[in-house]
């Protein structure tokens, strides 16, 4: 029913342009240029998110969906004495899980520099607690690939305090179908949602009600959908389903989550999701996630006067290193065209 290789293209592209929350100028354009290739109107709004407006075929009531395509990432602390970065993290990646991975460092000139996020204690022949130091936000820094002596050198290089370092998401796309990278949190929903204004766009289909779309950033820092439409009625939330312990998700299925540490999500609206996947066979959980906030929780903390909810892929390792299955992909489509179409 959807284009795969859309989907597949897409995911290249939004994966491929960095934009941890707050870098948003570059990831504005890639969404602009797909969406306008697709025929939609598109509007950054003043804070910065991507508004798509669809009339529907009835004017009844304004239903909204958004995917957050804000990551997590770092930026530069302070220079060290010897050259190397201590940083601070956007947002809250597992930072583990960032030892060794490399990365690239954007000045506010625009110039790049290649680097690797490393342990303060680096190398097993030279450091008693190489395995054993702690890898937290103190104890990493960032070590940059050009010929540096001191902090000077640095400086020399146009690095200043405040500048990001964008992470490499190491994106993979396995011919057994798993989407393997960092940022599938909720870059996956990105694409999710283009991939379904590509099947409307193409097959000329209207949504039921007038109908908001959103591209949302800053989600990874707490805010990102404070600002929507005031004329919304109903917004469901496209934002990763969490995998592990007792939970019921797992990588090929849409989660339609109940509650999280915000609270329980409007009960009717969930019922509605939930019904409309058992009666259209689509592969879904339903499951509470004790540790997670979405964007809901941002507009009703900005007082918005709407019924919220939440679905998305279900990933696996978020904010380590992720993954999915196209199932999930696939099944979190099917369910937000038949919310928006049905
Ligand atoms: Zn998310």
Not at 85 to 90: A, D, K, S
Not at 128 to 145: C, F, Q, T, W
Not at 218 to 234: C, L
Request: glycine letters at 8%.
């Amino acid at each position: 029913m959807f284009n795969q290789q859309f989907l597949k293209n897409t995911i290249k592209d939004i994966f491929g342009c960095d934009s941890p929350s707050g870098y948003y100028h570059n990831i504005n354009l890639k969404l602009k240029e797909i969406l306008t290739s697709l025929g939609y109107q598109v509007k950054f709004t003043n804070k910065g998110l991507v508004e798509v407006f669809i009339e529907g075929k009835s004017h009844e009531k304004t239903v909204a969906t958004s995917a957050h395509v804000d990551t997590l990432g770092l930026m530069v602390r302070s220079i060290n004495a010897d050259g190397t970065l201590r940083v601070t993290n956007i947002g809250g990646p597992l930072i583990p899980s960032l030892d060794g991975e490399y990365c690239k460092i954007v000045t506010r000139d625009n110039r790049v520099y290649h680097g690797t996020i490393l342990s303060t204690s680096p190398s097993v022949h030279v450091f008693e607690d190489a395995k054993s130091k702690p890898r937290d936000i103190n104890n990493i820094v960032v070590r940059i690939d050009e010929v540096i002596k001191s902090k000077a050198d640095v400086e020399a290089l146009g690095i200043n305090n405040g500048d990001y370092i964008m992470i490499d998401p190491k994106t993979v796309i396995t011919e057994s179908n798993f989407l393997k990278s960092r940022f599938i949190d909720d870059k996956g929903s990105v694409c999710v949602l283009l991939t379904v204004l590509e099947y409307m766009s193409k097959n000329k289909i209207k949504p039921s009600f007038d109908t908001y779309i959103y591209f949302v950033n800053y989600e990874e820092v707490g805010h990102g959908a404070a600002t929507v439409s005031d004329k919304i009625d109903e917004f469901v939330t496209v934002d990763m389903g969490c995998v592990g312990l007792d939970l019921a998700g797992n990588e090929h299925l849409v989660s339609i989550c109940a509650k999280d540490s915000g609270g329980p999500y409007n009960y009717e609206l969930t019922t509605r999701l939930i019904n409309l996947a058992k009666d259209n066979d689509i592969s879904y959980c339903v499951d509470i996630y004790p540790m997670y906030g979405s964007d809901v929780g941002a507009a009703y903390h900005a007082g918005k006067n709407l019924k919220g909810a939440l679905i998305g892929p279900c990933v696996a390792a978020s904010h380590g290193m992720e993954r999915t299955h196209f199932d999930a992909l696939n099944n979190t489509m099917k369910l937000i065209f038949l919310y928006l179409t049905k």
